[in-house]
Every structure is written in C-alpha cells, then in structure tokens.
C-alpha cells in the first residue's frame, strides 16, 4: 500500500505542477520518497511518504540528516521545505511538517491554479 501511495503522489504532483522536477533521492543507505526540484529557483523540497496514520519521529529521519541534506542541496539548491505526507492530521514538529496526504493532494490544485494565474 506504501508504494501505491509514493506512486499516487508522485504522479499527481507532476501532472499539477509541470514547471517543476519530481523524482525519488536514493542514496547509500536510504532515500527521499520524493523531492520537487524547481530549476528556475534553484531549490527544492523532500518529502517522505508514508502510509500510516501515525507520527513517528522515525518517519522523518532522513529529512534532518545533515549528509543526505547537504549533499541534496549540493545538487539541487537550498531545501525549502521538509514533509512527511502521511494519514494523519496535520501538524509541524521542528522544521518537519506532516501533512495529511488527502489535503496535500487536494492542496495541488491551488498550484495548478497559481501557475495559470502567473500566465
């Protein structure tokens, strides 16, 4: 079901912002579900997607891993943004937000409608 769910968002976030790059980080030992690179801003945001309704500290680890950070913002630019896009409510601990997939998904279109407005 986790994986459906990485599939799910990963598509949707392409198809609603277009302007921007999607793909999975891996790295040696672990791996960002999903980063969106903005190559015009030279920045981006990482996400971990999980399909639990629970938050757990564990669930975030990678996001504040200073190696994989630095390396990831090495390549694409200062991180904006660090998500765990899980079933629960939404909520910030330190620079973390979780945020409830239904509400990010939905929250998508308010990208897509900021984009045609720029136009």
């Known amino acids: ?4 769910m990485e599939d799910l968002v990963l598509l949707e976030t392409a198809v609603a912002r277009p302007d921007k790059q999607m793909f999975v980080l891996q790295f040696s030992v672990g791996e960002f579900d999903m980063v969106v690179f903005d190559p015009r801003k030279a920045s981006c945001e990482v996400y ?9 500290p564990q669930q975030y680890r990678f996001l504040v891993d200073d190696e994989k950070c630095a ?3 090495h390549r694409f630019g200062s991180i904006t ?17 979780y945020v409830n997939v239904e509400e990010y998904l939905r929250g998508l279109g308010e990208w897509a409608n900021e984009k045609d407005n720029e136009s």
Do not use: C, D, P, W
């Open 48 to 56: 971990e997607i999980k399909h639990s309704r629970v938050a757990v």
């Open 81 to 97: 943004a660090r998500r765990v896009l899980y079933r629960g409510v939404s909520f910030r601990e330190g620079a973390v937000e």
């Open 71 to 73: 390396r990831t913002e």
């Open 1 to 4: 079901m986790g994986r459906m």
